[in-house]
């Protein structure tokens, strides 16, 4: 992944293109007196295969940038694109997947049914769609849970189910926003190992948000969001 302040990225290779592309990136709530400016002139690619933690505290932008990385909110000010992986509208069910922080199973579907929906939503027939819900409830030892309701699961157990759901459509890019915010230390630390693996099992490119320092550190790159500006350690960032 690669950062500036108010410039345009470097030109890339047909080999480098991004999975995403952000260019003065900015995201305003609200108008007049009243806006709320989230994010500032943010310009950033997300390469293919690449692992980040994006840090802050609370109400730094955190959550607005990977809406945005995720297509499910569009900017105010700049431009975003995704051109290793095609047009905003073909983003989800596909080539992005997101896990959100809060619940995200529906209650009235079983385990199966839940991790099925998005390859029915893709257009995979019900047969396959549940075929693929299996095995990647295995992938993550979740298939005796496959026929319980959502409200039978613990948080940390529905948590994975919902990375499973997202992994059954084999994305190229992952988005976790805050993961781990309402689990116990122990069953964050298992969605996090389940995140990294599928990530690098598919090759996919996983960007987590996170306000958690031990977790930060599990990633091979940190990027720190401030008041909706996105600042890059020299150590960790490959400036352009």
């Known amino acids: 992944m690669t950062t500036s302040a108010g410039s345009a990225p470097a030109r890339v290779t047909p080999s480098d293109v991004p999975l995403v592309r952000c260019v003065g990136l900015g995201r305003t709530f609200g108008s007049g007196r009243g806006a709320v400016v989230a994010l500032h002139d943010v ?134 926003d805050e993961p781990t915010g309402q689990l116990d230390h122990v069953a964050g630390a298992q969605v996090i190992d389940v995140l990294i693996e599928a990530a690098t099992a598919l090759g996919a490119a996983l960007v987590v948000s996170t306000h958690d320092e031990e977790l930060a550190a599990r990633m091979a790159e940190r990027w720190q969001l401030s008041d909706g500006r996105l600042q890059v350690s020299a150590a960790t960032s490959r400036r352009t």
Request: aromatic share 2%; hydrophobic share 50%; charged share 15%.
């Open 43 to 176: 310009t950033c690619d997300v390469a293919a295969a690449e692992q980040l933690a994006l840090v802050g505290p609370s109400g730094s932008g955190k959550s607005t940038l990977l809406h945005l990385l995720a297509g499910l909110d569009a900017p105010t000010a700049g431009t975003i694109s995704w051109p290793a992986l095609g047009a905003r509208e073909a983003l989800r069910p596909g080539p992005v997947g997101v896990v959100f922080q809060g619940p995200s199973l529906l209650p009235p579907l079983d385990v199966t049914e839940n991790v099925a929906l998005p390859l029915l939503l893709a257009g995979v027939d019900r047969k396959a769609a549940t075929a693929g819900a299996r095995t990647a409830l295995a992938q993550l030892g979740l298939d005796d849970l496959g026929a319980k309701l959502p409200e039978e699961l613990s948080g940390g157990q529905a948590q994975r189910v919902a990375v499973a759901r997202v992994l059954a459509g084999a994305p190229r890019l992952i988005l976790a």
